[in-house]
């Protein structure tokens, strides 16, 4: 199911770029990758920069709403380690037992605070609780 941006009811910028759809909130984005992409650090320019844009080095939280079949270079996992070590929370919604599986295996090259759900409301709040552990002072729901 694609994401509908009013479910949450926060201010948010929305980006299409080449990867796919990004929905930028105050702590977290949510990201729609197209159909087919491979992931790689190379081609993750042009939305890294506009992480570091929106969050600079704060904590934030990723949300990959996983409604398309799409996959992640783990060659690179060690460039995006490096890279955002802000990346608190990184939630993803799975729609299949082979997405899981898949994440099951991204997870051993990943070091980010990964988890699955299987619902908005649940990932959201999810990755709200882990930043608000994070970083108590600074983030405001």
């Given at each position: 199911m694609h994401y509908?941006?009013?479910i949450y009811n926060k201010p948010f910028?929305?980006?299409k770029i080449k990867l796919g759809t990004v929905y930028f909130y105050e702590h977290f984005l949510l990201a729609e990758f197209n159909e087919g992409v491979d992931v790689t650090f190379r081609n993750f320019d042009e939305l890294a920069f506009l992480v570091k844009t929106h969050y600079e080095d704060k904590p934030i939280g990723f949300i990959s709403n996983r409604i398309n079949s799409y996959s992640i270079n783990v060659n690179d996992a060690k460039n995006f380690n490096d890279t955002f070590s802000n990346?608190?929370?990184f939630a993803?919604?799975?729609y299949s037992n082979l997405t899981e599986r898949i994440i099951e295996i991204e997870n051993h090259f990943f070091k980010f605070n990964r988890k699955v759900f299987n619902d908005f409301n649940?990932?959201?709040?999810?990755?709200?609780d882990t930043l608000s552990l994070e970083d108590p002072d600074s983030y405001n729901k």
């Open positions: 509908n941006p009013n910028e929305t980006y990346l608190k929370a993803t919604i799975s649940t990932a959201i709040n999810w990755v709200e």
